[in-house]
């Protein structure tokens, strides 16, 4: 178990300018989420995966926004035309299948926009 | 729609004591679960417990255990014999049935421990 990991750990970039995030999750686990948490404030869900099928996208996840988990592993979340109101924390999480087992975390990839 | 509030934006505690973080939710079902998270400065967000709603027993992990009332929509965490290890921001929060596997957190409650 290594545990989850986010690549990058930090982007900066100028506004208007795409970026792309990469997770991955722990081996065994079938279930990918994305959140997004701002300075000061808890996380908030933005889309989850089970395999390679995206089950759930809030509202919070603009057209500017995709996410993709293609061959049920790793997943990217791509931001295009960045605005500075995305300057958050990007975490992603990952479990078993099932509503009630735990999530893990990984590290997050920090965005700044210039 | 199921929210979290933490009425503590910080608290403090004296290595060694013990502190309670309060929590408090709002749902209209009944089958459901609840998390405390861990998230140090600049590192991973950590499961330090959870609770079914189905279960009366309060759980514990070792210096960390719960209180649940779930008329009241209650759930604190009560750390003892704290540590300094035990600074960080913790989250409560919520999963249920029908929210898709997708946790709702709290806003946080930042814990300083004093030596």
């Known amino acids: 178990d290594t545990g989850v990991s986010q690549d990058p750990r930090h982007k900066i970039t100028k506004r208007g300018q795409n970026v792309t995030f990469r997770c991955d999750p722990i081996?065994?686990?079938?279930?990918l989420y994305w959140y997004r948490q701002t300075l000061g404030q808890g996380p908030e869900f933005l889309t989850y995966f089970q395999n390679e099928a995206q089950l759930e996208k809030s509202r919070l996840l603009s057209d500017r926004f995709s996410a993709e988990r293609p061959k049920g592993s790793f997943s990217t979340l791509e931001i295009q035309r960045t605005e500075q109101g995305d300057s958050a924390m990007y975490l992603c999480?990952?479990?078993?299948?099932?509503?009630?087992?735990?999530?893990?975390f990984g590290d997050g990839t920090r965005l700044s926009i210039l | 729609a199921q929210t979290v509030t933490q009425s503590q934006p910080e608290m403090s505690v004296q290595e060694a004591e013990t502190v309670t973080l309060s929590c408090t939710y709002d749902t209209s079902e009944s089958d459901y679960y609840l998390f405390w998270y861990k998230q140090p400065p600049s590192r991973q967000m950590i499961l330090v417990i959870r609770?079914?709603?189905?279960?009366?027993q309060n759980a514990t992990e070792n210096r960390f255990s719960v209180n649940f009332q779930k008329a009241a929509k209650s759930f604190s965490l009560k750390i003892s014999d704290s540590q300094l290890g035990d600074a960080a921001m913790y989250f409560c929060a919520y999963e249920d049935r029908t929210s898709g596997s997708r946790l709702t957190f709290g806003e946080g409650t930042q814990l300083t421990v004093n030596p």
């Open positions: 081996s065994e686990h079938n279930r």
């Open positions: 609770q079914e709603a189905y279960k009366q």
């Open positions: 999480a990952s479990s078993l299948g099932g509503w009630n087992q735990p999530q893990h």
